[in-house]
């Protein structure tokens, strides 16, 4: 079956650039996309289709897809941004894959 | 606006079934698929299945086949989410996803989530 690997936490000072990775065999060759969610709460797109935003999320929330690897990138990281994130891809054998999720720590 | 509105917390016991159930409204029901995702506590995102709302196709993903089953009331816009054979390792949250893509290449928007708890 497909699997997506995230690194399972990443620490970014406040205004400084987060970069959240996620590893899969030939996933470039995919779609990718990103989830933020909150404790307590549901999860929010940020990026789909490898690099768009849907309508509300800020600017400074970026994606790419190449090779074996989609990155999330949140540019001047606010403390609002803390929260744990997931990517995910359409596999024909597996169906939706989820990675396992990285917690973002604005410290 | 777009709203996915599930049902509420629900408390089983082992060996019982649960049906949570998703009222979607703001958009038209049958242009857009419905996927079901689990959260245990504590852990990550994991994908049960998904429903076209158009013709009722499902694709479950393989470690729900034959326990679980997707449907949808196309006059109510409702999908709905069947899963039996409880055991305490299916406690957890149950979210429905709306799928603009027809392919599950993303979820747009999600419900509230419904609280499951497998307890004798």
């Known amino acids: 079956s497909y699997e997506l690997t995230q690194p399972p936490s990443v620490s970014v000072s406040p205004g400084q650039t987060a970069s959240i990775t996620c590893s899969g065999d030939?996933?470039?060759?995919?779609?990718a996309c990103w989830y933020q969610q909150k404790p307590g709460q549901s999860p929010v797109l940020v990026i789909y289709?490898?690099?768009r935003r849907p309508s509300g999320i800020p600017e400074r929330f970026s994606g790419s897809n190449s090779g074996n690897t989609a990155t999330l990138t949140i540019s001047g990281t606010q403390a609002m941004d803390e929260a744990d994130y997931y990517c995910?891809?359409?596999?024909?054998?597996?169906?939706?894959?989820f990675g396992g999720g990285t917690k973002l720590t604005v410290l | 606006q777009v709203q996915l509105v599930q049902s509420e917390t629900e408390v089983k016991k082992p060996g019982a079934s649960v049906k949570v159930s998703c009222k979607a409204s703001?958009?038209?029901?049958?242009?857009?698929?419905i996927s079901w995702v689990r959260q245990a506590p504590g852990q990550g995102l994991e994908w049960m299945g998904r429903?076209?709302?158009?013709?009722?196709?499902?694709n479950y993903a393989q470690k729900f086949q034959g326990r679980v089953t997707m449907t949808t009331d196309t006059s109510t816009t409702t999908a709905y989410m069947e899963l039996r054979s409880l055991r305490s390792d299916d406690t957890a949250v149950f979210y429905c996803?709306?799928?603009?893509?027809?392919?599950?290449?993303?979820?747009?928007?999600w419900g509230q989530g419904t609280l499951v708890t497998v307890s004798s």
């Open positions: 429903i076209s709302t158009y013709n009722g196709n499902t």
């Open positions: 030939k996933l470039g060759e995919k779609y």
């Open positions: 289709q490898d690099s």
């Open positions: 995910q891809a359409w596999d024909s054998s597996t169906g939706v894959v």
């Open positions: 996803a709306r799928d603009p893509s027809g392919s599950s290449w993303y979820h747009d928007f």
């Open positions: 703001g958009y038209t029901f049958t242009s857009y698929g």
